[in-house]
């Protein structure tokens, strides 16, 4: 069995300097990903969770910033944040 694929026979690659505008923030829509657009139930989960500057544009992003978002952490193989979304209330999503 191939350890790329598991053995499926397909290998799925998400380019994702293709899926972040970095022009843009946050606010201004940045993932181009259609869950997470402005208001969508991620973009919710994310803006919500006090973690990034919905203002910063991606292109001013630090690197610890940068993999926060990727990654969950703030440092390569650290312990991973806590989402806790206090922006919203459940009833939003």
Do not use: Q
């Amino acid at each position: 069995m191939c350890k790329t694929c598991s053995g499926i026979g397909k290998i799925l690659d998400l380019d994702i300097e293709r899926a972040i505008d970095p022009d843009k923030s946050w606010n201004e829509g940045m993932l181009e990903l259609p869950a997470f657009g402005v208001g969508n139930y991620y973009w919710k989960l994310y803006t919500g969770s006090g973690l990034f500057d919905l203002d910063k544009k991606y292109r001013d992003y630090t690197p610890e910033e940068r993999n926060l978002l990727l990654f969950g952490s703030r440092i390569p193989g650290g312990p991973r944040e806590h989402k806790k979304v206090e922006a919203y209330s459940m009833s939003d999503y």
